[in-house]
């Protein structure tokens, strides 16, 4: 696929990231492995795409004073330690044991919402 596509795939994953608070990880992920790139690889660049679209996302959520800094500042602290632990834990998963896991983890993130 050409590079020129990139940023129009980025648009529609900017819309669903900062409609929905997933960070785009959940589109921009599977669009990668199926564009051929390694599951570690694929996640590593969607972080590139995600650091971009949340500090838009969070500007345009900012405005409507729709964010609560104390809490995602204790989240993000957290994250931060498991940021740390992800990539180490991504580098012994194979190709097709990363998409069954990611593929549960949408699933039931799904049944979940869907339940609410």
Do not use: C, N, Y
Not at 7 to 36: C, K
Not at 45 to 64: D, M
């Amino acid at each position: 696929m050409s590079s020129w596509w990139f940023p129009l795939l980025g648009v529609l994953v900017g819309l669903a990231a900062s409609f929905t608070g997933l960070g785009g990880g959940f589109v921009v992920v599977p669009m990668l492995v199926l564009l051929g790139f390694t599951p570690q690889r694929a996640v590593g660049t969607s972080f590139v795409a995600i650091v971009l679209i949340s500090l838009a996302s969070l500007f345009g959520h900012a405005r409507l004073a729709d964010v609560d800094w104390r809490a995602g500042a204790l989240l993000g602290l957290g994250g931060i330690a498991g940021a740390q632990v992800g990539p180490r834990l991504l580098q012994h998963v194979e190709a097709a044991t990363f998409q069954k896991i990611f593929a549960v983890i949408l699933i039931a993130l799904a049944i979940w919402m869907l339940r609410r």
